[in-house]
């Protein structure tokens, strides 16, 4: 059966004496499909916002006002390291085997955990990084200084030592501190998206590669937390004053692309929102959706997790508290991509030169896979099939027609004289046989 899990994390002290729920328990892994529970906690950890990133086989949680990362092990389920750094860590984002770090002097900290190899970049924030979002090509980083850094993660992970660190390009339309940053998951040049929050009470909807915004968003009260549809189609937002609001790209007025009715630069107010989380548990601090984007999971700061079912917009569910102030909310994919090999214990990381090696394990057989094997695990149909079809399409029709007709032609001359000699024949040896008679 196909389950979905999601982790959250807490900070601070307990809200109350409350015996059913683990003192020391920092971080909580919940499935949420096919019915709620609880399958594990992770101890000793007090994560701030933006500050959890979980992969197949480790969680990594920044902790608060300090230099230390914590490093879990899913399989064991126990604390498998204590990671300091140079500088007080603030956000924290994965993709593969590489771990981005925000610090608190805007500092950019990457970690190859499984080479060690540690690169940090000059402050190219003058204010704390406070959220970090990753594509597989390119990083997104938002500070307290209003800016947003759009960064190439193949030139951060150049091996030549005297590459420049710099952002490819600055996005700086806020006028105050970014508290969100999300970001879809397309390469394609002309729909790669992410959406800025700040505290100017706007969101900016950009086009990151180009450094170009494509909507800008008003609201009553500045957000708190983002989350993206799955397909780039809707933004969902949580404000200061607790309300939820629920942005359609592609509703009847469209926002953005070609059929936008409205200039690029025109502002939207956005008023009317489709929920209020309870007063009893404080506006929603973070926000993730489900893989299929039907559910959404808000987390707040007096410990309880809600559940908002898109589908039918009703009010929210209490899912569980936690007893403890609420600060990450991460999904994590019930059909993960398939990868050649993977990490079953970090390597700590090293600054400074020199030869690293990988350690990993491999996750599949060396051997190739065979082609039914490929098309039993390709979801849909295979690329190659559809490759081989439209060449097939686009190919030029061959006038195979005229000659089939011809051949079936000189076929039918061939049968007739075999049919007129063996007439003959026939004829002459009757003919023989009545004279002997």
């Keep these: 059966m196909l389950t979905e899990s999601y982790f959250v994390s807490v900070t601070g002290q307990p809200l109350a004496n409350n015996t059913a729920i683990s003192k020391d328990a920092g971080i909580y892994e919940h499935m949420l499909h096919p019915s709620h529970s609880t399958t594990n906690t992770f101890k000793k950890s007090s994560a701030p916002r933006n500050g959890l990133a ?13 230099a230390t990362v914590h490093v879990y092990s899913r399989g064991k389920c126990n604390q498998e390291a204590s990671i300091t750094f140079p500088e007080r860590i603030q956000s924290v984002a994965l993709q593969d085997d590489v771990l981005f770090l925000g610090s608190q002097e805007g500092r950019l900290i990457i970690w190859e ?11 190219c924030h003058v204010q704390a990084v406070t959220c970090i979002v990753a594509t597989p090509y390119h990083l997104l980083t938002g500070s307290d200084d209003s800016n947003v850094h759009v960064w190439s993660i193949p030139r951060l992970l150049e091996l030549d030592s005297t590459v420049e660190h710099e952002p490819q390009e600055t996005l700086s339309n806020h006028r105050a501190a970014i508290t969100s940053l999300v970001v879809g998951q397309s390469v394609n040049l002309d729909t790669n998206i992410c959406v800025s929050g700040s505290k100017d009470k706007s969101c900016i909807v950009w086009n990151y590669q180009l450094g170009i915004p ?10 708190l937390c983002l989350a993206l549809d799955p397909c780039a189609r809707a933004i969902y937002a949580s404000s200061e004053d607790g309300s939820l609001y629920a942005i359609d790209l592609f509703a009847e007025k469209v926002l953005l692309g070609p059929q ?14 489709f929920g209020a989380t309870p007063q009893d548990a404080g506006p929603a601090s973070c926000m993730a959706l489900n893989y299929d984007g039907t559910i959404l999971i808000s987390g ?21 508290n936690l007893n403890a ?26 600054l400074g030169s020199r030869t690293y090696n ?36 686009q190919a030029p029709v061959r006038d195979d027609q005229g000659l089939g007709s011809k ?6 001359e061939v049968i007739n004289e075999q049919r007129a000699l063996q007439k003959k024949t026939l004829q002459r040896y009757i003919e023989a046989r009545t004279g002997g008679a």
């Design 260 to 273: 936008s009715m409205e200039e690029s630069s025109t502002a939207v107010q956005v008023s009317s929102a």
């Design 54 to 66: 979980v992969s197949d086989t480790h969680i990594f949680a920044a902790q608060e006002d300090k």
């Design 214 to 223: 494509l909507r800008t968003l008003l609201f009553p009260s500045f957000p």
């Design 407 to 412: 051949e079936v032609e000189e076929l039918w």
């Design 300 to 320: 707040h700061p007096q410990g309880q997790v809600l559940r908002w079912d898109l589908s039918s917009r009703a009010d929210s569910t209490e899912l569980t």
């Design 113 to 123: 955990i499984c080479t060690g190899r540690q690169v940090t970049t000059p402050a």
């Design 358 to 393: 990988f350690t990993a394990q491999l996750d599949s057989d060396i051997v190739e896979e065979t082609k039914f094997a490929k098309k039993l695990k390709t979801k849909g149909v295979p690329n190659d099939v559809l490759e081989q079809a439209l060449l097939a399409f």
């Design 325 to 350: 102030s609420v600060t990450n909310i991460t999904f994590v994919s019930p059909l993960p991509a398939s990868r050649p090999t993977k990490p079953v214990a970090v390597v700590r990381p090293f």
